[in-house]
């Protein structure tokens, strides 16, 4: 409990630091700059986006699973490891791709589709898993009663999909809420952009603060909805089950369509991106670059700000994730819910919020790794929290109560029974921050030490000045670091049993 509570406190440190700006000009004028008609703007154009990437997201990412895991889809593994690809490419990566492929496609179309493109994964890598780790028993015995395949799946397999769908979905809200790099290169209006413009800009610590608490109220009622959508039902089960994977259902005259969905989903997510990064790097001035000695400084500072930011992360998750799978209300919700607020909020807030605490409070911090690691646990516990919540509904409750009647206790308990079962999980989620750390740009911008380069804010530079072949080896080395990852992830996949 003490330290899932002071987990909670650091994320909620920034907030205590940016959000009294909002009333530092008395509640009125907080009021009127809140019902400007350019506030109801950004909320619609927010709500739609949402609305339209968040159920799309959902809706690929279980079809996709779906068919990879219990048809007999043709060519399954090489379908499961291009599906989780589009996670070895950055959003604002695929962005760039598709604004040089597309220059027309901008606006809430374009930002649509790449963000559904760019967020599929996250929703289709906790399915497939449980899917795959699923007893197929329940789902035959309702077969045997009379049910029909549909009806069987809806009873039996579909409720115990709901951690994972609930885990993904929320996942897709709070990074859309978040999101810059796309939305920017895509010329659409959100909170996030206008934060951005505020303070990069104009400057305005009010008028940041006031849009950035519209985000957390956001990001409130997103944790509401996944919370309700997530139910209680127990996923566990004692003893191993059958053992063996469900037997997987004949497409008949549904594999051609099933196969054309897939491959429609893979080019538009890692084709188009890949081939566009790939015809900018032969491009004059493009293939150069690999070779400059600065890329590999840059490569080998991104890599150890991921390992670190991944470790903590995940560290930070553990003890409310624990706490959350042992008692399912009261202070262990609110405590994991809080931790999940700040990553709503850009990191450019995040970063300014932790600048100002480190400057008034702890001078020796500025400008060190240390706090731009704080900053990343901070925007990134989401990720390691969702998978390791996952792991631990798995993990029978009643095998720590079993150790602790021999004689373990607390630690213990956690490090020679809970641990081992959940190893898959703790492993996807170190891997899920650190592919979020080793593409983070406004936060990494204003906290690294001086000097500090990452692929990520070398990229973003090149190509917010136009130069496409000067970014495409930054991007091309963000693809290629980030594909053993992925790799990992469709490993974890085929272990999750």
């Not at 690809?85 to 950055?90: D, G």
């Not at 409130?220 to 996923?235: K, S």
């Not at 191993?240 to 005259?253: C, V, Y």
């Amino acid at each position: 409990m003490a330290a899932a509570t002071l987990v909670a406190a650091l994320t909620v440190l920034p907030l205590l630091v940016a959000l009294p700006g909002a009333l530092s000009e008395g509640p009125a004028r907080a009021v009127e700059y809140l019902f400007r008609p350019r506030i109801g703007n950004l909320l619609a154009n927010t709500g739609m986006l949402m609305a339209v990437t968040v159920p799309a997201s959902v809706v690929l990412g279980t079809a996709a699973a779906w068919l990879v895991e219990r048809t007999a889809l043709p060519g399954a593994a090489w379908w499961r490891t291009l599906l989780l690809a589009p996670l070895a490419v950055p959003s604002f990566v695929s962005a760039y791709a598709w604004v040089t492929v597309a220059p027309g496609l901008t606006g809430f179309a374009g930002a649509a589709l790449v963000t559904t493109l760019a967020y599929y994964p996250f929703v289709f890598l906790p399915v497939a898993a449980l899917l795959r780790a699923l007893d197929p028993g329940d789902e035959e015995a309702a077969r045997s009663l009379g049910l029909s395949p549909a009806a069987a799946v809806a009873r039996t397999v579909l409720p115990r999909l709901r951690p994972a769908l609930s885990g993904g979905a929320l996942l897709v809200a709070l990074h859309l809420l978040a999101e810059y790099g796309v939305l920017e290169m895509m010329r659409f209006q959100t909170f996030t952009t206008a934060i951005m413009q505020q303070y990069a800009v104009g400057f305005s610590d009010t008028s940041g603060s006031l849009l950035a608490s519209v985000l957390v109220g956001l990001c409130l009622l997103a944790l509401l909805l996944e919370l309700i959508a997530r139910g209680r039902r127990r996923v566990a089960r004692l003893g191993p089950g059958t053992q063996r994977q469900a037997m997987p259902h004949a497409l008949g005259a549904w594999t051609v369509p099933g196969l054309l969905f897939l491959g429609a989903l893979v080019a538009g997510a890692l084709v188009v991106p890949v081939a566009s990064v790939a015809r900018w790097l032969a491009a004059p001035g493009g293939w150069a670059g690999v070779f400059d000695g600065d890329l590999l400084a840059t490569v080998l500072g991104t890599v150890t700000l991921a390992v670190l930011g991944a470790v903590a992360a995940t560290a930070a998750a553990l003890p409310g994730a624990w706490l959350l799978n042992r008692h399912h209300s009261g202070l262990p919700l609110v405590l994991e819910r809080v931790t999940f607020v700040a990553s709503s909020l850009p990191g450019i807030v995040i970063g300014l919020a932790l600048v100002t605490l480190a400057v008034g409070w702890a001078r020796p911090l500025y400008q060190t790794v240390g706090l731009t690691v704080l900053a990343y646990a901070i925007l990134f516990i989401p990720r390691a929290m969702v998978s390791l919540r996952a792991g631990l509904a798995a993990a029978p409750p009643e095998l720590s109560e079993v150790a602790r009647s021999l004689g373990a206790r607390g630690s213990g308990t956690l490090v020679r029974v809970v641990l081992p079962l959940m190893a898959p999980s703790v492993l996807t989620g170190l891997v899920l921050v650190a592919l979020a750390v080793g593409t983070e740009l406004t936060a990494t911008l204003l906290l690294a030490p001086t000097g500090t380069e990452t692929l990520a804010l070398s990229f973003w530079r090149e190509a917010s000045q136009l130069d496409y072949a000067a970014a495409a080896p930054y991007a091309a080395a963000m693809i290629a670091l980030s594909a053993p990852l992925t790799l990992l992830l469709r490993r974890q996949i085929l272990e999750e049993k």
